[in-house]
């Protein structure tokens, strides 16, 4: 990165173009859930990775100890070998990427599992 930021005067950052919500196993099994860990998919940013790869949010949201769960969409259960129980994790595979490279995501949308490749963007400026 240091590299990039004396190259070029700044650092990309890869960015795979979703909001999530970790999901605990009361919630997994309160919801009927097909997995009892991993990210629900809030939302989908249009042109990114994501939204390419044709990840779904959620479609409506259930409240649960006063959180906010997206439900109907997909939940990602895995990032190339990583399980997911944490955004921090999620953040920290995607950390060590660039922009232009893959990712496969373990997914279950209703209750069918598959893997999806998602191609990383640029994470977009937040200068203004």
């Known amino acids: 990165m240091a590299a990039q930021i004396i190259k070029s005067g700044h650092a990309e950052h890869a960015y795979l173009g979703i909001s999530v919500q970790p999901v605990a196993q009361t919630a997994a099994k309160l919801f009927h859930l ?3 860990h991993g990210l629900l998919v809030a939302s989908v940013q249009p042109g990114s990775g994501a939204a390419k790869a044709g ?4 479609t409506g949201n259930a409240m649960l100890a ?3 769960y997206p439900l109907g969409g997909d939940l990602i259960t895995k990032i190339d070998s990583t399980p997911l129980y944490s ?16 990712a496969r995501l373990e997914v279950y949308r ?19």
């Open 34 to 36: 097909p997995a009892t």
């Open 55 to 58: 990840l779904r949010a959620g």
């Open 66 to 68: 006063g959180e906010t």
């Open 87 to 102: 955004l921090d994790q999620l953040r920290d595979v995607i950390g060590q990427k660039q922009p232009g490279d893959q």
């Open 110 to 128: 209703a209750d069918r599992q598959r893997t999806v490749t998602v191609k990383l963007g640029r994470q977009p400026s937040t200068a203004s």
